[in-house]
């Protein structure tokens, strides 16, 4: 009997599982990132006017349907316009007894988890990422002294019991991996309101003394500890996601023994300063009277975390985006996921929460998101690395977080479309044309147009001598004369700045884009879209077949593009 290799069998049982539907498709496979040059000064496009004006009249329409504690705020900016591109403000219909009466750009909210957002950019700003990989261990002693189990010299730990704080990475705390508990003693119902439910009466030394309630004074360092290291790992460490708030606090204590300064004096200097954050402030309450406090301060919870205004927290989404107080290659690394979620559509950051939106043309875009919610508030910061832009969305009042989600969600929908289709019908008028070879004896060609595809379509190509690009793919193995090649074109952020003629300022005089070659229909399977596997596969010369870099005069139009496999450049014509 012939025998198959056991990877042959596991094919078979995964192709058994996933290939049932073996249907085709004849959409594209993006790479992921931005489909066209980030539109600038997107504020005078008539498309983003249109969407301020629909998100106006549907706010303006809701208005009666808020409650009557509610107050919001809501920012969208951009990293090269300084002054915001569009903002909201609802002021309780009822006017509080404390704090502000009218809410404006510099009215004051708690943030709660936001701060988290805070926690790893402070981190990053004052020693970098290459920390992450270290124990928490080697900088927590409570943490080192734990290892030894009652004051033993066992190592041999039981792990449904206890923490390997050994194998917890700062990274893992930053990006919710630790598997080690959400909280010490938040919530914790042997304070109030266990026993009733059914749970057994505890001893008192079981019982939280801190922090379980607002009526409980907070957890000093010792108590924190105390109440830490009797609970149990939820996970293996960097084993699955579970959200944790004590990961942060851990993680300042890191900080704070990795530079010997106060973890709220960096957060102040580093971010708040830096930035002229003036309504900002770490764990101080801010004087009420700029302050959003629905129903009254005791009940809006108003006491830690980091707490901000609309105009501030644009400052700081602003700053992210721009890589103002970060090298942008630690902005790169930060704004990326670490580990997915069991939804398909979020995955987890450091700290993010990564919402991956899809549109009809199966082009990704990841939105690095952070909410809070504390007492009668809820945040949101979202950032779009793709677009350039961030929104923030500021509630508070019964029913803030309910409010917040919707909120967010019809801001989203009106203006990344208006943003998408502005990109599209600029690089339309920029790229779009026939290019031509100026040496006169090659046939190199090709022409650029838009259509409703992801990117720039390349079509009716041909090389030096004529051959056309369909050609050189089939006899490469990609496709058959039954299919249609498709050549797209994609932004890479790579380009050349240079000093404009008269040396008095700089300007960008080349941008590198890269293809995907595409059989269309292909088979529409599990995982068929591979673009990124496919870059920079074909090489001639040491130089991939793929790379388009084109070239504009110092108006900002494009003159030429350079096939570099080729060694040709293409001069644009109409």
């Known amino acids: 009997m012939m025998s198959f290799p056991a990877s042959f069998c596991l094919f078979a049982l995964l192709s058994s599982v996933y290939l049932v539907n073996t249907q085709s498709t004849s959409l594209n496979c993006p790479i992921l990132g931005p489909d066209f040059p980030t539109p600038q000064h997107i504020s005078t496009s008539v498309l983003f006017s249109d969407a301020q004006a629909s998100c106006v009249k549907l706010l303006s329409n809701s208005a009666s349907t808020v409650r009557n504690d509610s107050a919001f705020s809501i920012s969208l900016f951009s990293v090269d316009e300084e002054e915001v ?22 009215s004051i909210y708690r943030n709660g988890s936001l701060t ?7 981190f990053l700003i004052e020693v970098g990422d290459s920390y992450f990989s270290e124990p928490i261990t080697r900088y927590v002693p409570e943490l080192a002294a734990s290892i030894l189990k009652s004051g033993n010299n066992s190592v041999d730990f039981d792990e449904i019991d206890d923490v390997r704080w050994d194998e917890v990475t700062l990274g893992a705390l930053a990006s919710h991996m630790a598997g080690s508990a959400r909280d010490v003693t938040l919530g914790d119902l042997s304070v109030e309101g266990g026993t009733e439910l059914g749970f057994p009466v505890l001893i008192p030394s079981l019982v939280p003394s801190c922090g379980a309630t607002s009526a409980q004074p907070p957890c000093d360092r010792e108590d924190f500890f105390q109440y830490l290291l009797r609970q149990d790992p939820i996970f293996h460490a960097g084993a699955t996601p579970a959200y944790s708030k004590i990961a942060f606090q851990l993680l300042s204590y890191a900080l704070e023994s990795i530079t010997n300064k106060p973890f709220s004096a960096m957060v102040s200097d580093d971010v708040f300063k830096s930035l002229n954050m003036t309504h900002s402030s770490y764990s101080q309450t801010p004087d009420t009277r700029f302050g959003v406090i629905p129903i009254k301060e005791s009940a809006s919870g108003c006491a830690g975390s980091v707490f901000t205004s609309t105009n501030d927290l644009a400052r700081a989404g602003r700053s992210i985006l721009g890589s103002s107080l970060l090298p942008p290659a630690q902005t790169r690394r930060w704004l990326k ?17 990564i919402l991956r939106v899809q549109d009809p043309n199966n082009r990704i875009t990841d939105l690095y998101t952070k909410d809070g919610d504390v007492g009668l508030y809820s945040t949101s910061l979202i950032l779009s690395p793709d677009h350039n832009i961030g929104l923030t969305v500021l509630a508070a009042g019964t029913g803030s977080d309910q409010e917040r989600t919707r909120l967010v969600n019809s801001l989203i929908t009106r203006f990344l479309p208006a943003i998408e289709d502005e990109a599209r019908q600029r690089a339309s008028n920029r790229f779009s044309g026939t290019y031509t070879a100026s040496g006169n004896s090659s046939k190199t060609s090709f022409i650029i147009t838009m259509d409703d595809r992801p990117g720039l379509g390349l079509f009716n190509a041909t090389t030096i001598n004529g051959t056309p690009l369909q050609l050189i793919a089939e006899s490469q193995g990609l496709g058959s004369k039954i299919q249609t090649l498709s050549v797209r074109l994609y932004p890479t952020g790579l380009k050349t700045t240079a000093m404009t003629a008269d040396g008095k300022g700089t300007c960008t005089s080349r941008i590198s884009f890269r293809a995907t070659f595409e059989a269309l229909p292909q088979p529409s399977i599990r995982g068929w879209c591979q673009s990124w596997v496919s870059l920079d596969g074909n090489l001639y010369g040491g130089v991939g077949a793929d790379q388009f870099v084109f070239g504009f005069a110092e108006g900002g139009d494009v003159a030429y593009v350079d096939w570099r496999a080729l060694r040709e450049r293409l001069v644009k014509g109409g």
Request: a negative charge.
């Open 85 to 106: 591109l569009f903002q909201y403000y609802h002021s309780p219909p009822v006017p509080p007894t404390t704090g502000v009466s009218t809410v404006d750009a510099d």
């Open 116 to 122: 988290k957002v805070f926690s790893v950019w402070t």
């Open 337 to 353: 996921p670490v580990t997915h979620t069991s939804d398909p559509y979020e995955s987890v950051g450091h700290p993010w929460e």
